[in-house]
């Protein structure tokens, strides 16, 4: 396994990636990435700002992951909870998935890993994320990797159930 910045060449790749995590969701009865996001563009853009690192397996590409530097606008206010970190610099990842194939490999840990190590080397506190409040695999995921669940937070700041996330965060 190798984690590298992710490339314009990889974007079939990523969708295709997309394409299995979103099925996965739809069969586990979780309604998230099933309006047509994330897209193409989105990805684009995420390699384009240097924020997209994929996971490459054998030169396949297998997970992708985005990590930013904060601040995040929807990470503002926490709903039933609050920020380990308060107003502590952070980065957030987004977009995270494995490939079907590659599951059950540890992929997910090892990009998860990536973006706390990369986070911690420029000087940031904490790790922070969000997931649809019914995709157990990931919740389970984070809370394994030692994030805390601090609330909820709305996509777009926008308070809707269709924008309700849980919110994890990890203190590095």
Known sequence: M???AATAADLDAIMAIVADAQRFLKESGVDQ????????????????????MVCTVDDRVAGVIAVYFGPEACYAEVEDGKWLTDDAPYAVFHRAAVAQDYRGMGI??????????????HGFKSLRGDTHHNNKAMRKLLEKQGFVHCGTIYLDNVKCLHNQRVCYEKQL
């Open 33 to 52: 990435w099933q309006d047509g996001y994330p897209s193409p563009e989105i990805f684009a853009q995420d390699i384009e700002n240097g924020a997209c």
């Open 2 to 4: 190798m984690l590298r």
């Open 108 to 121: 997910a840990e090892d990009m998860l890993s990536y973006a706390e190590n990369f986070a911690r080397g």
